[in-house]
């Protein structure tokens, strides 16, 4: 059942998928991989590059509608890059809540200091997606996003353990939770990053073309 897929070259994140939000992210060369992809009430099998066309999105804040097909497999890279298999779910019983709230809460600029009760909340409220060692079993990578499952979602929280970075496993989950999203149908994909612009717009990601038609209310 796995087919091979190509990755795309430049890394990912909402957060610091390479490591570093002060450097340049290094260089992913082309290569093959397949996905393993389980969801709570069934299995789909991701095929082919991820076509997303753009819609819109201010200078943090990007948006865009996904359009893609799906195939199944497991992620080996086949060029040495990445030593261990991973598999991708979005099955929130597979996540290690624990973990999820120790990364970002102390090692994000956007959620840094949550408290714990707050992100369970938030996963509890999400569709929540994971990268898991295939060998261990132990989550790598993790990734939210929250819909209305018919017209508009918001993609945030996206996190790659430091220990995986640069092998393109962030660049994976994002090509996973977007194949998950397609068959929604949604009309935009939203999301705010500080340092990743250039990733996003690879998955048809733009700012936003009006701006002004914005606005935001935040908590105290």
């Known amino acids: 059942m796995a087919q091979a897929m190509s990755a795309p070259t430049t890394p990912v994140d909402d957060a610091k998928l390479d490591g570093s939000e002060n450097t340049p992210a290094p260089t992913i060369e082309p290569t093959t991989i397949a996905l393993k992809v389980q969801t709570p009430s069934f299995a789909v099998e991701v095929s082919g590059m991820l076509v997303v066309g753009s819609v819109m999105a201010p200078a943090t804040v990007f948006a865009a509608t996904g359009r893609g097909q799906t195939r199944a497999g497991r992620a080996d890279w086949q060029n040495g890059r990445m030593p261990a298999a991973y598999h991708f779910s979005a099955d929130p019983a597979d996540l290690d809540r624990a973990l999820v709230h120790r990364w970002l809460s102390t090692d994000t600029y956007w959620a840094k200091g949550r408290p714990r009760e707050v992100q369970d909340a938030a996963i509890d409220g999400s569709r929540n997606f994971g990268a898991y ?10 990734a939210r996003v929250v819909t209305d499952a018919a017209t508009f979602a ?16 962030g660049l994976a989950l994002v090509e996973f939770l977007l194949a998950d999203l397609e068959p929604l149908g949604l009309r935009r994909i939203a999301l705010a990053t500080g340092d990743a612009h250039g990733m996003y717009e690879r998955y048809g990601f733009a700012p936003l073309a009006n701006p002004e038609q914005w606005m935001v209310r935040t908590g105290a």
Do not use: I, K
């Open 154 to 169: 918001w993609l945030c929280d996206v996190y790659v353990d430091p220990a995986v970075r640069g092998h393109g496993v």
């Open 133 to 142: 060692d295939e060998a261990s079993g132990a989550q790598v990578a993790y």
